[in-house]
């Protein structure tokens, strides 16, 4: 099993950045890819941007796209969320999620963390 803590969110302006941080600890060498989630209230968590950890290679959501870089640091089993240009459709919580295989789905949530976008 992989634990997940993720820290980083909070209150911003529009067009303001706030950066989100997810250690991961327990069976880290299991992890094939980290990334980043988010769910709005009533809706289904969807996907925001993934790194696989062997190769670097990123996926973003189209949405999220030229705003969002994703990062890692493997010495720490860390994966970052910078976030840019931050609008009011990104009010969400965001969750960390880790792929234990070369395929298959995303899980080992964390507890998530709370972004709000004020106009």
């Known amino acids: 099993q992989v634990q997940l803590v993720e820290s980083g969110g909070g209150l911003v302006q529009a067009g303001g950045s706030l950066r989100l941080s997810c250690a991961a600890s327990?069976?880290?060498?299991?992890?094939?890819?980290m990334g980043w989630f988010r769910q709005a209230p009533g809706k289904e968590r969807e996907i925001v941007a993934t790194?696989?950890?062997?190769?670097?290679?990123?996926y973003y959501a189209a949405s999220v796209k030229g705003r969002f870089t994703i990062s890692r640091d493997i010495t720490k089993n860390a994966v970052y969320l910078q976030m840019n240009n931050l609008q009011s459709e990104d009010t969400c919580v965001y969750y960390c999620?880790?792929?234990?295989?070369?395929?298959?789905?995303?899980?080992?949530w964390g507890q998530g963390t709370q972004v709000t976008v004020t106009s």
């Open positions: 327990g069976r880290t060498f299991s992890i094939y890819a």
């Open positions: 999620g880790v792929r234990t295989g070369i395929t298959g789905p995303f899980g080992s």
């Open positions: 790194m696989s950890w062997r190769d670097r290679s990123t």
